[in-house]
């Protein structure tokens, strides 16, 4: 019998070898907790709240570049500039094909959401469908890394270099000092499609098939040595993947940065783009130096909240029907999706009408269902509200981004006191079928699902509170290695020390320490910071929304969820990839970049209440 953490694991392998084998030019398809940077390629009249935030955006940069004379001013405001797809053929093609490749990932997706979770699984249902999924990858990267997509990314730029040096020539002695809306956008599209492009062709096929072959032998010797309590038997392995990942990022970060760009923040940037090591220290440090002594203060209250509400007798289809009602009303849009059962939680997108999310069950306890499932809806809703151009922009911006929309909806929604207020209603018309009984109260709630348990050692199975100081342990440790600063072999007695001295837990085994993760195994080197960046943001953006919506706490007592939910929208799920950076994202959006005080503040704030201390 497979335990539920290797199961997790074996999910998280599938999302990582998923992301790195179908990552095309400008399309990355990723299938783990709705990381599916989707086309989402909507007709925008089906949406107005997405169509009228994205016709203001266009007006405001349309009237910030133009400024002649009243009567032309007053024509260019009624007549609709020309897109680049219609004045440049290069740059039309370009987009024809980066579609194709969409569309070859999504049907991708759709196979591996079947595998994941109606397929039935025997290893010759198996193997057949691994080698459906390879064929598809490899016309994928085939077309992805095709030299005419380069050729052609050159040529659409030179177009549009020219179009607006004629337009500058026209518009001689007016104020015009800026792109239109449709020039704006392309000329984003070219510098995402070229970046990603050149980050293909510099990785030569025999380091790309090194690569592969290391991810699923060194996966199967961390398998084998988590089963055997054995981190020796990993470590040359490890050693290998560090070394490749190392190797991958520094032709990625080219010789002309060599001086100005570390190698970790390289390969952050796979993850987080533009958010270098140097500013994840200054974020994390700040989190770590208030979180390890305001823990340490909690540990000794005595006011434990009661975990008896959340064990019991719960059927799955119970609690499937509260969780389907609870999701769809928070936002998640069901006609254009589905809710089904999984080994791990994730979220899949498999076109812009089909946004598909799972969670898991057990009838002993209902709250992790309830859990995985608003956290998922939060990555769907932010997957089905990108705009529909088919493109790389109109994805998912980062994976602290895509993290902050899933925790903005799991934490300070379905964890607040007033969210249980709404809920429990719910939940009581849920489980008291049958003669059962589900009587407590919205605060007896509220408490249990936010306990802390200050003896876990496993960091998918943290509380929001210890959780930052779990990825903080793994961001320390695995820049140091990139650095130089710590040897593989010595990765062991330096995760036991950090979580004695974080967390005060003393680690029985490397099984339930250094070995209980699977993403160093799949070279994902830099991606563990970005679980605490989405958790940072979130807090960020509950503090303004509820700066903008004075009685957001109303709403969700009264299950009134859809401004708050056109407020992300209108802050972050339109924008796509037209800001370059999270902190640029932030800055433009809510006035500032991400700031730790936040994050910071709504944990002390909450559990200095809930534990009672000061």
Known sequence: ????????????????????????????????????????????????????????????????????????????????????????????????????????????????????????????????????????????????????????????????????????????????????????????????????????????????????????????????????????????????????????????????????????????????????????????????????PFIAKIRESSNKPSLSPLTGKFPVDAQKEACSTIVNAIGFDESHGRLDVSVHPFTMSLSSADVRITSRFTEEEWYQGLAGTIHEGGHAMYEQNLLDSDLSIDSALSMGVHESQSLFWERHVGKSKEFFKWAKQILMEAFEKDGQEFSYSSEELYAAVNAVDFTNLIRVEADELTYPLHVILRYNIERDVVAGDLDVAEIPGRWNNDMKEYLDIVVPDDARGCLQDIHWSCLAIGYFPTYLLGSMMAAQLAHYCKLDLPDMDRMIENGEFVEIRKWLTKKVHVHGKRYKSLDELLLAEVGEPLNSKYFIDYLTEKYSDLYQVK
């Open 1 to 292: 019998m497979i335990s539920a953490p290797l199961k997790r694991a074996a999910c998280l392998l599938y999302y990582l070898v998923s992301l790195f084998a179908s990552n095309s030019c400008m399309f990355t398809t990723t299938t783990y907790f709705a990381a599916a940077f989707a086309p989402v390629r909507r007709t925008l009249a089906t949406n107005s709240n997405k169509a009228s935030i994205i016709d203001n955006r266009r007006r405001s940069l349309q009237a910030s570049s133009s400024s002649s004379s009243s009567s032309s001013s007053s024509s260019s405001m009624t007549a609709t500039p020309l897109t680049l797809e219609e004045q440049s053929s290069s740059y039309k093609t370009l987009l024809d094909k980066l579609r194709t490749i969409t569309h070859l990932n999504h049907a991708s997706s759709v196979l591996n959401y079947d595998r994941q979770v109606f397929m039935p699984m025997s290893d010759r249902t198996s193997m057949a469908r691994g080698k459906q999924l390879a064929v598809l990858a490899t016309i994928a990267h085939e077309k992805s890394t095709d030299p005419q997509i380069g050729e052609l990314i050159e040529k659409a730029v030179r177009d549009m270099n020219e179009l607006n040096a004629a337009s500058c020539q026209e518009d001689e002695g007016s104020n015009k000092n800026g792109e239109d809306y449709f020039m704006t956008t392309a000329r984003r599209i070219l510098e995402l499609e070229k970046e990603a492009y050149q980050k293909q062709i510099c990785i030569p096929s025999e380091l790309a098939a090194r690569k592969a072959e290391l991810e699923s032998s060194a996966n199967f010797a961390w398998v084998k040595a988590r089963e055997n309590n054995d981190f020796a038997s990993f470590a040359p392995s490890l050693k290998d993947c560090f070394d490749t990942a190392s190797e991958i990022a520094n032709l990625q970060r080219g010789e002309e940065n060599k001086d100005s760009i570390s190698l970790y923040s390289q390969m952050l940037d796979e993850f987080e783009s533009a958010m270098p090591a140097e500013r994840i220290d200054q974020l994390f440090n700040e989190v770590q130096s208030a979180l390890v």
